[in-house]
């Protein structure tokens, strides 16, 4: 009978453990959305305001944002270097596709027009981010206790039917 409560507990704790995971998963994409806003503000004051490469002002605009950044290459053009970029940046499987699609269409044009040309370019991506951000935020209520509840609901369950 000790075995049984024993894995009853197993099972209730591990289900929670899953729940807890798939929640932080939620808040980590949540977190990430935040930072990429501060990294496009930060972006756009440094085009405003230095005279660097794309590459220079990428990586000092993520360290500003706490993204982690990967150093350029030299046989390496802007676009290809941003999609490794942003498979530094992310959280691991906590981004939606769709996440992951405007952050590849933001990269594949950044630097490739002047200054003003850029400067809207982000400020489209802010607005376009927003959006992914108060979605992201709507689903973390709307789920995250959801998870939660479903993960220790479901180990107890299990328990019990081994019970």
């Known amino acids: 009978m000790l075995l049984k409560l024993c ?3 197993a ?6 453990t899953a729940g807890l995971l798939r929640s932080k998963s939620l808040y980590a ?3 990430f959305l935040r930072s ?6 930060t972006l756009a004051t440094m085009l405003r305001y230095r005279a660097e490469d794309i590459f220079t002002l990428v990586q000092s605009a993520s360290k500003s944002a706490s993204l982690q950044s990967a150093q350029p290459e030299n046989h390496l053009d802007f676009t290809q270097w941003w999609l ?7 959280p691991p499987n906590a981004l939606q596709n ?4 405007l952050l590849s269409a933001f990269g594949s ?5 002047d200054t ?3 400067l809207r370019h982000i400020e489209l991506y802010q607005t376009l981010f927003a959006k992914q951000l108060k979605q992201a935020e709507e689903t973390l209520a709307q789920k995250s206790r959801l998870y939660r509840t479903l993960g220790l609901f479901g180990g107890l369950s299990v328990g019990i039917v081994l019970l």
């Open 7 to 9: 894995g009853c507990i």
């Open 11 to 16: 099972f209730t704790l591990a289900g929670l």
């Open 29 to 31: 994409r949540r977190q």
């Open 36 to 41: 990429f806003m501060v990294f496009l503000q």
């Open 84 to 90: 490794r970029q942003t498979e530094a940046m992310q």
């Open 98 to 101: 769709s996440d992951k699609e």
């Open 109 to 113: 044009q950044l630097g490739a027009s």
């Open 116 to 118: 003003e040309g850029q």
